[in-house]
């Protein structure tokens, strides 16, 4: 390693005049130019298999109701397995690691972690644990075009650790001429993010560890031996398929590590009783894609195998990186067109722009126009017989660059054509003839909450101008016995205090205030618990959303919709009684083919929408919530979910209906509704996140 360094260190000493070719021509080593072999042909195998098979996972996970992220995982785990030991792939060891423990000091732990790329075992554990983490962030992270575009962020990960890992250790020879290049891709992150409109914490999370992880795997993985190459298959222009040495320890790391985090979190038996539920085609594309992606690039989402060069070369600006970001980047272009159709999300400009600038970054400025760098033929990699790695002809990055502007453009334009013409949505049937009693009314359904606490909550709702200018109305529902409701009214200004019995959650209490004032409805009716969920976000959506023709507004999170005649979502619920098409039948008169989810158990209602669906059904739903002996707390032994009268199992079912009781669950409002986390879209408007009666 000696003499890698001093050569790096020439570099950096070189004369201006030469610094500027010498930028663009990365020197080549044996293992690169065999790495070149593999990439391109096996990389255009893997874009199918991954925008296929993300497709179909994210229908298994979010629209078939298997919410199982570990036990999926296990299953992709267990097929690639399986496909290794059929084609007879060798796997990997580890070499001993010496001197780790010598002169502990800061420059002595810099220059440990940095003789970990010796160690196949770290490479691999680190491999396997991003597996189940990307899964995860398909499961939470709501437009995967996003996640597709982060493709590029193992390999900055990769090259940015030992530039850090240099500073606190004695450790020499990483040039540092691709420190702008660094730069600019690791600031066109944060704006990815900011440019989403459906964002959530736990989908960012998930993204950025387990790509994270995909990149220090890389970054441990070390070179030359990592590539292996293995008989029976081979192409005719390419060489024998090789295989990343990772795989053979990772693999099996990974099926005991998602096995029992399955075991520990999920419930397996369900699992294996949904997986035959989940639809088998389904399940069969996405275990088979996804075993394949693993087996060809180790990733979902980002290509990143074989992506460890030798001798401390960077792989940014490398011949095979450039390759390599080819294949992201092309990967990107088709998921961002494929679901700008399947689910009519829109791709912001600002991502846009973001990620065209990080894969200029990541290829170099002056290979756009050629076909991977501007070497003369003389410089670029050769294979031992002299002859040239297969490399497709019309593959420029200026032509990929315009290729994912292109897409952008296409993605926006179709997804705004499509939420107006290819609109689902039944005609809504509301009570136009109702004259409401009220302008606006706050109703709060509460246990045992602070009293100081409920106050402040309702005094900044009714701070809210537009809210404040109608003279709200306040009720609140307390369902704790030991409550005095005299103090209650007196600590919060309310204008009825009413204790009833804890039974039902607060599903129960919003019925109860629907039936009991069905010809006194206001105008518009504000229903909350005491405990507001997301009070920064729920704040923030009724400022911006709400209006005077308002008809239903989601204060909750938007966006997630269910089969109706399977109807379950990712947090374990589902619809054991079969309410989803029986509510949606009953309101829409139709028949339910997908329906839009509500959650948290706050919204505004406008009281015409409210008397759109029968007064029966209402009365209906609340008695099975509150009636011991009613429908909705079935005796049976043979009863899957836990049910009590003050938390009961219908009540999660009653919290997801409201949307389809108040004729709001075209999946056109999930769709250009903004997550609570980004609260905002590019280019959105105030009609955005509802349903406006002035509209029907």
Known sequence: MATTSNQAGQVGDMPAAASVDQEEITPVSPYEAAVTDYIMPFGML??????????????????????????????????????FLALKLPGGGHKKLKGCFK???????????????????????????????MMLAILHLEN?????????????????VPRVLTLTSSAKGLPRRHDRRLLVMLLCVPVIFLDEYRLTAEGVAYALAALTLVGLSNFCCGPPDALQTLSPLSLPDPPPIAVDRRLGVAIPMGLLGTGVAAWLTEDTGLAITRLL????????????????????GGSQVSYSLMSTLDDGHLWIGSESGWRVGCINGVATFLMVMVFAFAERL?????????????????????R??????????SQRLKRKDGS???????ASGMWLCSMFVFSHIVSYSTGSLMWGLFSDAPRTHIDRTYMPSGTFDIVVSMYQEDLDSVKRLTTEIRDIPSISRLAPQLFIYVKDEAADEATIREMTGADVVQKLENRGREGATYLHHITSRWDNLAEHTLFIQADVHNSRD???????????????????????????????DRWGWRDDFALVSRAYETVSNTTCATALLSYKGQFIASGRRIRGAPLSFYQYLHDGLVDPEGWGHPQSPETQFEDSLDVPYLGYTVERLWNILMQCSDMDVGWKCPSLMSGWRTFGKASDCQCLDSDE
């Open 368 to 377: 756009l126009h050629t076909h991977g760098s501007s070497e003369s033929s």
């Open 46 to 83: 893997w874009i199918f298999f991954t925008v296929f098979g993300l497709i179909s996972t994210r229908e298994v996970l979010y629209y078939n109701g298997f919410s199982f992220p570990f036990c999926l995982t296990f299953l992709h785990l267990a097929l690639a397995q399986i496909f």
């Open 103 to 133: 002169n502990i000091s800061l420059a002595a732990v810099g220059a440990w972690i940095l003789q970990l790329r010796d160690s196949i075992l770290l490479s691999s554990l680190l491999l396997a644990f991003s597996w189940p983490l």
């Open 538 to 568: 729920f704040f923030y959506r009724i400022r911006k959303f709400y209006r005077p023709d308002t008809g239903m507004l989601s204060l909750g999170f938007a966006g997630v919709a269910c089969y109706c005649d399977a109807c379950s």
């Open 144 to 160: 995967l075009p996003t996640l597709s575009k982060l493709s590029l962020f193992p390999f900055l990960i990769q090259t940015l």
């Open 346 to 366: 829109q791709t912001g400009p600002l991502q846009t722009v973001a990620f065209v600038v990080a894969l200029i970054a990541f290829l170099g400025p002056r």
């Open 277 to 296: 539920d989940a639809g088998w085609l389904t399940m069969a594309i996405s275990i088979v894609l996804g075993a394949s992606c693993i087996l060809l």
């Open 388 to 394: 040239e790695p297969w490399m497709p002809k019309s």
